[in-house]
């Protein structure tokens, strides 16, 4: 009885995954990958809503020449293998036309490899690390800026108001961790600041006080922080436990503009700046239609990752219904000829420095405000004026 | 020399929770010979419950050690009995495979948190959680003291209870020399169960003072078994003592290679002193301190 039972569901499996590719005909399938269950889930959560409604809106509105748009979504858990065996199985066992998707750097350089290898278009949508685009792989595409821009925003408003001149910079110890390190590094030398800290950290730490503590015995004027959310928070907490004082804490996006960072880090959220790359109430046409829709269906915030994907979703739409036929050059070459909005902003790939295929945007500033997320910089821009100079023990009390 | 005092300080009050997570597993290594790789999933389970209660009948997370414990000691004890004793029985199977079949049950533990809460972080922050003593520039963060103190209280408790009472007595005695054990009346399978169970408490206690320090999410488990075996060399196996020891030494040298060399290597220097103590000391602390 047991071994009948045992061949009936290996059957049925067999039934289940032999059906998934016979029903393909009128529909255009694009494999998306992202961190849907691990340590990345929240950003992959944001952005896998914001793929499904604009996926509902694009196929509500026609679909493509006449043909659905499907999405098909995988998880790479957060991990670089499991991102490269995701991307071969919806390569050659889905046939998707392309791939979209991407979060973490280290996962998106490795579907990067194989969508080249198999030459396949790959459209990345967050995955910032600075050498993805930096191969001369011409089957990549990226829609965000690289790492090393998000900080343009307050490379400006450091000449303009703060003028540090010590500064500590945390990082976790990954591909985008320490490329946006090297590239902050960079961006001190030039305004003339002095790096005194530079530590790597291991994500998931429970204790951060060890590095913490050497930024407090430096004193530095400016803290920059690059960390996914839980890191984010547990470091700015632990910094107001041992009552570091720089004159401000910045974190290059990431972790520190989810709205899940307020809710773990609590008031020691307050007054910290972040890097971004999107607000919703930039004049883009359709970003707040974008953010209120969002708010209103998912009952959360969202930010700059969704805003990622949503465009990333009208791009690959738009891309497949200029593309002559569905071959992957065609597409491909559609892909390089993109020139639209969307609501994360202008989107048109370009080659500059050694950079191909690479989408060039501004970059903003953001500060948590009273538990609000704020645009503070450029001035002309900002949603509130910016906080600063910051009295701690006040906002700490 | 601040830096370093706080360093230490930071070491030492981490180490006092890494000696709890230690603690249980070494105890049922004592008496099983075996190590249990669902440890930390173990508690993971703890500490979602204590999330549970939190989140929705508002109770306090140290208060709630009072149920956590209680519900994982039998937990730990239908495992025991219903998953691993089984497999004693069966003689073509090696003792080994319990090992085996732990992990496993960590994997089952982890999908189910996953399946119930998905991936997402959670965390439980009361108002005292951000709070810190002061001494000096030292800082003390309140639940962190709090978890060293309540850890503190919990071993001189296991350590009366081994060495007071009867069944503490068979315990030991079961860990000693099993055989003689049963010839002298002890129920071997009763003592293993109870074990099992005592070892799930202790680990559920240290994931529930952990919780308003740390955070929650399902694959958290995997990274504090590996703490918990990393412990259990270092001190000996099977030594309480040995496993006290060694969760502060790793708490305190996680912490200070931290500082002095590098927090991206954080774990690694954690592994190196695994390493050495294999090489030099094969019997673990337990050897200097001989309990």
Not at chain 1, 21 to 31: F, K, P, Q
Not at chain 1, 95 to 122: C, D, H, W
Not at chain 2, 273 to 289: A, D, M, Q, Y
Request: glycine content about 10%; hydrophobic content about 50%; some cysteine.
């Amino acid at each position: 009885m047991k071994k009948l039972l045992c061949v009936a569901l290996c059957l049925g499996l067999l039934g289940a995954f032999g059906g998934a590719s016979a029903w393909a005909a009128d529909t255009l399938r694009v494999g998306i990958i992202l961190p849907i269950t691990g340590a990345k889930a929240n950003f992959g959560e944001i952005e896998k809503l914001s793929f499904e409604m604009a996926l509902q809106e694009i196929n509500a509105a026609g679909g493509i020449n006449g043909k659905k748009l499907e999405f098909l979504f995988e998880d790479d858990t957060g991990r670089p293998e499991v991102a490269r065996s995701a991307a071969e199985k919806l390569i050659t066992k889905d046939k998707v036309l392309m791939l979209g998707g991407g979060y973490g750097s280290s996962e998106t350089f490795a579907i990067a490899g194989v969508a080249q290898q198999n030459r396949i278009p790959f459209l990345v949508n967050t995955g910032s690390d600075d050498k993805i685009t930096e191969q001369g792989w011409e089957y990549i595409f990226r829609l965000n800026p690289p790492v090393s821009e998000y900080p343009k925003a307050l490379e400006s408003f450091l000449t303009e108001v703060v003028k540090p001149k010590t500064a500590a910079i945390l990082y976790e110890n990954t591909n985008f961790g320490t490329s946006g390190s090297q590239e902050f590094k960079a961006i001190c030398q030039r305004l003339g600041i002095q790096v005194v800290v530079e530590e790597g950290y291991e994500h998931g730490g429970v204790d951060f006080k060890p590095i913490l503590v050497k930024v407090k015995d430096k004193n530095p004027d400016l803290v920059y922080m690059i960390s996914y959310v839980m890191d984010a928070s547990l470091l700015m907490r632990q910094a107001m436990e041992l009552r570091i004082k720089p004159k401000l804490f910045v974190g290059g996006a990431a972790g520190f503009t989810l709205p899940e960072f307020p809710k773990n880090a609590g008031k020691a959220a307050e007054k910290v700046f972040s890097a971004t790359l999107w607000y919703q109430t930039l004049k883009y046409p359709g970003a707040m239609d974008y953010y209120n829709k969002f708010v209103a269906t998912y009952k959360k915030d969202t930010e700059y990752h969704g805003a990622e994907a949503y465009a990333a979703a009208y791009v690959i739409a738009d891309t497949l219904k200029r593309a002559k036929s569905t071959s992957p050059d065609d597409i491909r070459k559609a892909l390089s000829e993109t020139d639209m909005m969307t609501v994360f902003g202008p989107v048109k790939f370009i080659s500059y420095d050694k950079k191909i295929n690479q989408n060039r945007l501004p970059t903003y500033l953001v500060q948590w405000i009273d538990g609000r997320l704020e645009l503070v910089w450029p001035k002309e821009l900002a949603t509130k004026p910016y906080v600063y100079p910051i009295d701690w023990d006040a906002v700490w009390k | 020399m601040a830096v370093f005092i706080q360093t230490v300080v930071a070491g030492i009050l981490m180490g006092g929770i890494y000696a709890l997570i230690g603690i249980g597993m070494t105890l049922i290594m004592g008496v099983m010979k075996i190590i249990n790789l669902a440890h930390g999933q173990l508690m993971m389970v703890a500490m979602y419950i204590t999330y549970v209660l939190y989140e929705y009948v508002h109770l306090d997370p140290y208060a709630a050690l009072l149920i956590t414990m209680p519900c994982l000691f039998i937990l730990g004890a239908v495992l025991q009995r219903s998953l691993l004793n089984p497999l004693i029985k069966v003689e073509s199977i090696l003792p080994e495979n319990q090992v085996l079949m732990t992990v496993g049950i960590g994997m089952v533990l982890t999908e189910l948190a996953r399946m119930i809460f998905h991936s997402d972080y959670k965390s439980v922050r009361p108002p005292y959680t951000s709070m810190s003593l002061y001494a000096g520039s030292i800082a003390f963060n309140l639940p962190m003291v709090i978890a060293f103190g309540i850890a503190v209280l919990l071993t001189i408790g296991l350590f009366l209870f081994l060495l007071k009472t009867d069944v503490g007595k068979s315990v030991r005695a079961t860990a000693q020399n099993k055989e003689a054990a049963l010839l002298l009346g002890v129920n071997a399978e009763r003592i293993t169960i109870f074990t099992y169970g005592l070892g799930a408490a202790l680990v559920a206690a240290a994931g529930t003072l952990l919780l308003p320090i740390y955070y929650l999410f399902p694959d958290l488990g995997g990274a504090f078994t590996l703490k918990a075996f990393v412990i259990t060399i270092l001190g000996g196996l099977g030594s309480t003592v040995g496993a006290i020891v060694g969760g502060v030494v790793l708490g305190v040298s996680e912490s200070l290679g931290a500082t002095y060399i590098s927090m991206a290597l954080k774990d690694a220097v954690g592994m190196v002193i695994f390493l050495l103590v294999l090489i030099f000391l094969p019997g673990g602390l337990k050897r200097l301190t001989k309990i």
